[in-house]
């Protein structure tokens, strides 16, 4: 089994900046991803990284601002998030799956972190 544990979510003000972590725990895992899911709405994709760190894959919403990265080492993800605006107001989940190719469809992950919530104050 993978476990999944998301960290560096809060509040802040619009503009400002946020890092989340995901440290996994347990066997082998391959591409990883960041989802959210705001109040009243579908979880929705921001960002995934290939097994190995090559292959990138972003939302619209994400691309300038937002940045995935791993650290396979030290068995964690991270979603660097620069000038937060107002809409990015959500809770981020982490996610992994068996394969090494990142997705962007949130059926393709099978493992789950608990999530981190983001508020951010305009």
């Known amino acids: 089994q993978v476990q999944l544990a998301e960290s560096g979510g809060g509040w802040v003000q619009a503009g400002d900046s946020l890092r989340l972590s995901c440290v996994v725990s347990?066997?082998?895992?391959?591409?990883m991803a960041w989802f959210r899911q705001a109040p009243g709405k579908e979880r929705e994709f921001i960002a995934a990284?290939?097994?190995?760190?090559?292959?990138?894959e972003y939302a619209d919403s994400a691309k300038g601002r937002f940045t995935i990265s791993r650290d396979n080492a030290k068995s964690a993800a991270y979603l660097q998030m620069n000038n937060l605006q107002f809409e990015d107001t959500a809770v981020y989940y982490c996610?992994?799956?068996?394969?090494?190719?990142?997705?962007?469809?949130?059926?393709?992950?099978?493992?789950w972190g608990q999530g981190t919530q983001v508020t951010v104050s305009s």
């Open positions: 996610a992994a799956r068996d394969y090494a190719m990142p997705s962007i469809d949130v059926d393709a992950y099978t493992y």
């Open positions: 347990g066997r082998n895992y391959g591409a």
């Open positions: 990284i290939s097994g190995f760190g090559v292959n990138l």
